[in-house]
């Protein structure tokens, strides 16, 4: 585990490609270090490949491990992607949370999974569940339940 240090920035967001850093020796580097305001922060940097060669580098959301090519901090000094900050911050209202939360429940429940969105240990396929159907659930699992994991962390409670 690298970690590759950056300019001091006052800038309220950190965009990857307007970084100072020399990107050729980049991929060695599972992490950015940098200050503000004499605070230390630190940000997980993926990467994909591209089709004609070379890579193409990342900012990692510590929320919702989206890859992303800008992170915003927040007054409180978190890090986080404008779809968690939306999420948290601007359109979400009472019934979009109600409609989030409802939807991983009824996925879970078809799962024969506890429906509470904090029992994440039981993973399992119903014995009586085909497999095609248990894939089908748990990618529709992930979907829903991502913006909810993502409020959940924000709020602390993961
Ligand atoms: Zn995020």
Avoid at 56 to 61: I, N
Avoid at 134 to 147: C, G, Y
Wanted: aromatic content about 12%; glycine content about 6%.
């Amino acid at each position: 585990m690298k970690r590759l240090r950056v300019l001091d920035t006052r800038l309220p967001s950190i965009d990857i490609r307007y970084l100072n850093v020399n990107f050729s020796g980049f991929g060695v580097y599972d992490f950015l270090t940098f200050k503000r305001d004499g605070k230390d922060f630190q940000i997980g940097i993926a990467r994909t490949a591209l089709n004609y060669g070379g890579f193409r580098y990342w900012l990692q959301c510590d929320y919702c491990a989206r890859r992303v090519v800008e992170l915003f901090i927040t007054q409180k000094s978190q890090i986080a992607c404008r779809h968690c900050i939306r999420a948290t911050y601007e359109s979400v209202n009472e019934s979009t949370l109600h409609r989030q939360n409802r939807a991983v429940r009824t996925v879970r429940a078809r799962l024969g999974w506890e429906v509470d969105c904090l029992s994440y240990h039981i993973m399992q396929r119903p014995k009586s569940m085909h497999s095609t159907t248990f894939n089908r659930l748990l990618t529709r699992h992930i979907d829903k339940s991502a913006p909810v994991i993502a409020r959940l962390k924000w709020a602390g409670w993961l």
